[in-house]
């Protein structure tokens, strides 16, 4: 058995905590044979632990703790610490893996409210489980999560993502404790019309109000200083929109398909130690084969 998560990019701008989309590069677990303790098979290096410490069967663990152990093999081109949802990836995986070893027949919803408790938003792990362009809200008083999936319109993405690494919890300290109410309705306003214009197929619109966002981005400038400068390139060369993907540090840009090539070419000389690439978007969101 292999279950395979699609990367994410959460927020669009204004869609703070609440929008994301799910993108074709994939967190692979293969299932190999059961064996007397955990053990995962993994290329990414000696900081990521390959026993039952991994945040992998952490997270199964939690939602069937008598499952057992097995060998598994993790393949991922997810770049980590990126703002690419390399760990919602890894979350949604684990409730996959203990969804299928203990038989419980979760459905999505259910998969949803598991891993947005475990992560504390659901705008990275709700297009890891649906796919495409979902909007979400976690109401803790009710214990609930609600959510709307919709086709995220055709266009060229570019993924800008920086050879540094930016933890979530890091690009979160900056961030106020408390926010204005007139400030907070504009903010919302300017969410609500990001969100209309992207199910109308308005990316020219759409793009516009993803560089308006009030919530996060003005804050975590300093934190990913080359923001600016793609977002002065993307506006001298017609791109619909440039926003922050989740907390940073990767830039993703949504350009007309005959403005991409020419915006690359300008990204990648920002910074030669950045990756400058095109990403499309993951329709169905997690996979088991
Ligand atoms: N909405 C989250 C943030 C995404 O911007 O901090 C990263 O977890």
């Keep these: 058995m292999k279950i395979q998560v699609p990367a994410t990019s959460a927020n669009l701008g204004p869609g703070f905590d609440s929008c994301g989309i799910a993108l074709a590069k994939y967190l692979v677990i293969e299932v190999i044979e059961p064996q007397a303790t955990w053990e995962i098979i993994h290329h990414l290096g000696d900081e990521i632990p390959n026993d039952e410490s991994n945040l992998l069967i952490q997270t199964a663990l939690q939602v069937a703790p008598n499952i057992m152990p097995h060998q598994l093999r993790m393949i991922s081109d997810i770049p980590l610490t990126r703002g690419l949802g390399s760990s919602s990836s890894v979350i949604v995986a684990g409730i996959e893996l203990a969804n299928r070893l203990a038989n419980l027949n979760l459905s999505d919803e259910e998969k949803l409210k598991i891993a947005t408790k475990i992560e504390g938003h659901p705008d990275n792990v709700a297009p890891a ?88 981005e003005k804050y975590r ?51 030669s130690h950045a990756q400058v690439e095109q990403v499309c978007i993951d329709r169905e969101g997690v996979q088991v084969f």
């Design 129 to 216: 489980i649906f796919g495409d362009f979902v909007v979400a809200c976690y109401d803790e008083e009710k214990d609930e999560v609600l959510s709307v999936k919709h086709y995220f319109p055709e266009c060229d993405i570019i993924a800008y993502i920086p050879n540094t690494e930016l933890l979530t919890k890091e690009s979160r300290q900056v961030l106020p404790k408390t926010f204005n109410y007139q400030e907070a309705v504009k903010a919302s306003a300017i969410a609500n019309v990001m969100i209309g214009a992207v199910i109308n197929g308005n990316l020219a619109l759409a793009g516009q109000l993803m560089e308006r966002d009030l919530f996060h």
């Design 221 to 271: 400038a300093k934190l990913v200083p080359h923001l600016g400068k793609i977002r002065q390139i993307c506006q001298q060369n017609q791109a619909f929109g440039c926003f922050l993907s989740g907390a940073g540090p990767t830039v993703l840009i949504l350009a007309p398909k005959d403005c991409s090539e020419k915006i690359m070419l300008q990204l990648s000389l920002i910074d």
